[in-house]
């Protein structure tokens, strides 16, 4: 079992940035992969950002060079820097983790946080 809480939302004017964390705790943090997705009211849950116990990452297209995901395996925490913030960022973030199969599908996932709000004003 692995419990997550995510952490650092919050409104930012187009422009700016945001560190969202994911605070794990449960199974061993180094022993598996983790994934942040997002999600606008009235659409489907999509992938932003992914990285391997051993570091290796991967986003869509939209946030590359723009957002860049990270874990402190010592502190058991993964991170999302985002700058350049973009009004169309604005949605709910949700960090999840150990996928089973592809970590680019959030079907793959079993474990998520609570999701936090992250809004970009124009």
């Known amino acids: 079992q692995v419990q997550l809480v995510e952490s650092g939302g919050g409104l930012v004017q187009a422009g700016g940035s945001l560190r969202l964390s994911c605070a794990a705790s449960g199974r061993t943090f180094s022993s598996y992969a983790m994934g942040w997705f997002r999600q606008a009211p009235g659409k489907e849950r999509e992938f932003v950002a992914a990285?391997?116990?051993?570091?290796?990452?991967a986003y869509t297209d939209s946030v590359k060079g723009r957002f860049t995901i990270s874990r402190d395996n010592d502190k058991n925490t993964m991170y999302l820097q985002m700058n350049s913030l973009k009004p169309e960022d604005t949605a709910v973030y949700y960090c999840?983790?150990?996928?089973?199969?592809?970590?680019?599908?959030?079907?793959?996932?079993?474990?998520w946080g609570q999701g936090t709000q992250v809004t970009v004003s124009s």
């Open positions: 999840a983790a150990d996928p089973r199969g592809s970590y680019y599908q959030y079907q793959a996932y079993d474990y």
């Open positions: 990285i391997t116990w051993s570091g290796d990452s």
